[in-house]
C-alpha cells in the first residue's frame, strides 16, 4: 500500500472492509490526530459519547467525540476526531444484516 495514497481518490468501501477499520460499530471518515490522515473506522455510539440506543443514520459527526483506534501510520492506538458519519455505508451494513 502507497504511503501517498491520493486522499481524493479513496475507496471508502474497501476501507471499511479492511480489518484496520473494525468490526463493530458505525462506520465513520476520521482524522488520526497522530499523523493527521483519515481513515475509515468503526466506533461504538459509546465510544463517541452518543446514547447506545440512538439512531446512527441522524449522528451528526460534530456530536461526536474523538475516539481512540488503532493508527497504523501511527503503529499504536491513538485518538481519532470524526469528520463524517457514513450513513451510506451504514445502509448498506443493515441491508447485509437482514
Ligand atoms: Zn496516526
Same mark, same amino acid.
Given at each position: ?38 481513515? !475509515? ?10 446514547? /447506545?440506543? +440512538?439512531?446512527? $443514520?441522524? =449522528?451528526?459527526?460534530? #456530536? ?5 483506534? !488503532? ?10 476526531? /470524526?469528520? +463524517?458519519?457514513? $450513513?451510506? =455505508?451504514?445502509?448498506? #451494513? ?5
Amino acid at each position: 500500500m502507497s504511503v501517498d495514497a491520493d486522499q481524493d481518490d479513496r475507496d471508502l468501501e474497501a476501507e471499511l472492509a479492511s480489518p484496520a477499520a473494525g468490526q463493530f460499530g458505525v462506520p465513520v471518515d476520521a482524522v488520526c490526530v497522530g499523523c493527521g490522515r483519515t481513515r !475509515v473506522k468503526r466506533a461504538s455510539l459509546e465510544e463517541m459519547d452518543q446514547h /447506545p440506543q +440512538a439512531n446512527p $443514520t441522524a =449522528l451528526e459527526a460534530t #456530536d461526536c467525540t474523538s475516539f481512540k483506534h !488503532v493508527c497504523y501510520g501511527c503503529q499504536t492506538a491513538t485518538w481519532w476526531n /470524526p469528520v +463524517a458519519v457514513l $450513513t451510506g =455505508l451504514l445502509e448498506s #451494513d443493515r441491508d447485509r444484516g437482514e
